[in-house]
């Protein structure tokens, strides 16, 4: 029996990134996952990767009618969760006198708002013994320059992790987070040329304790333990970044 058969998974923003390897890694060992994101493309390209096994849902983290229809298709498709891995989030680099109102609100609409109503919508679904991950970040322990809008986003997903934790206690719900740090997950080739991302890259492998970047899968192996496996863990914070923010 594989080790995740019959299990039932929401992941927020599954079709890349981290969501889409947990995805991946939870539908190889049995479960069945709902993955939400925002491009109906790139959920549709998801979805024929992860097989029968997945629904893929186009969902704004960031509206709250969307949460709602994400738990309404929830229950509809799934009855109970057993796992939610509250993903979904956006990077935004601005130095902090250039930081605009809109990106400001933009990043605490997806980042923190949003992770806070799903969890809050879809823990009535949730089984007794259950288990939420959060996804927040190195960010929000060290002072990176040009993230402090990213960070402040992510240290509220860090409080929230605690405040959830306590709230769900009698309903038997696990909290926690996990915090990437230097991963090569395809962000940067987006956000800039393919040169400028090498040499980025490049940096932050050799200022890394590691010497290296970290990979998706890494972080999916992290959350789906803090989702099933640390049964005895909650309202902690689980670094994945090399030693980064910690050595």
């Given at each position: 029996m594989s080790k995740y058969e019959g299990k039932k998974v929401v992941i927020t923003g599954g079709s890349s990134g981290f969501g889409l390897a947990t995805a991946?890694?939870?539908?190889?060992?049995?479960?069945r996952v709902l993955i939400t994101g925002r491009t109906q493309a790139t959920l549709d390209a998801?979805?024929?990767?992860?097989?029968?096994?997945?629904?893929?849902?186009?969902s704004d983290?960031?509206?709250l009618a969307d949460i709602d229809a994400l738990a309404d298709r929830t229950k509809a498709e799934f009855g109970t969760v057993d796992?939610?891995?509250a993903n979904a989030g956006v990077n935004g680099f601005a130095p902090f006198e250039a930081t605009s109102e809109e990106l400001f609100d933009q990043l605490m609409a997806i980042n923190a708002k949003g992770p806070y109503f799903t969890v809050q919508k879809?823990?009535?679904?949730?089984?007794?013994?259950?288990?939420v991950?959060?996804?927040?970040?190195?960010?929000?322990?060290?002072?990176?320059?040009?993230?402090?809008?990213?960070?402040?986003?992510?240290?509220?997903?860090?409080?929230m992790t605690r405040s959830l934790a306590r709230e769900l206690l009698p309903r038997k719900i696990r909290v926690n987070a996990v915090s990437p740090g230097p991963i090569d997950s395809g962000i940067l080739e987006k956000s800039m040329?393919?040169?400028?991302?090498?040499?980025?890259?490049?940096?932050?492998?050799?200022?890394?304790?590691?010497?290296?970047?970290?990979?998706?899968?890494?972080?999916?192996?992290?959350v789906a333990f803090l989702a099933f496996d640390a049964t005895f863990t909650t309202g902690a914070e689980l670094a994945v970044d090399g030693g980064g923010s910690q050595l």
């Amino acid at each position: 029996m594989s080790k995740y058969e019959g299990k039932k998974v929401v992941i927020t923003g599954g079709s890349s990134g981290f969501g889409l390897a947990t995805a991946q890694l939870l539908v190889a060992e049995g479960a069945r996952v709902l993955i939400t994101g925002r491009t109906q493309a790139t959920l549709d390209a998801a979805r024929e990767r992860l097989g029968d096994r997945a629904i893929a849902l186009r969902s704004d983290a960031a509206s709250l009618a969307d949460i709602d229809a994400l738990a309404d298709r929830t229950k509809a498709e799934f009855g109970t969760v057993d796992a939610l891995f509250a993903n979904a989030g956006v990077n935004g680099f601005a130095p902090f006198e250039a930081t605009s109102e809109e990106l400001f609100d933009q990043l605490m609409a997806i980042n923190a708002k949003g992770p806070y109503f799903t969890v809050q919508k879809l823990a009535p679904l949730m089984t007794e013994g259950s288990g939420v991950v959060l996804t927040t970040s190195v960010a929000n322990v060290l002072g990176l320059p040009m993230l402090s809008a990213y960070a402040a986003g992510k240290a509220a997903l860090r409080s929230m992790t605690r405040s959830l934790a306590r709230e769900l206690l009698p309903r038997k719900i696990r909290v926690n987070a996990v915090s990437p740090g230097p991963i090569d997950s395809g962000i940067l080739e987006k956000s800039m040329p393919k040169e400028a991302a090498e040499q980025t890259k490049a940096q932050m492998a050799a200022d890394n304790p590691i010497l290296r970047l970290g990979t998706p899968s890494e972080v999916a192996r992290a959350v789906a333990f803090l989702a099933f496996d640390a049964t005895f863990t909650t309202g902690a914070e689980l670094a994945v970044d090399g030693g980064g923010s910690q050595l």
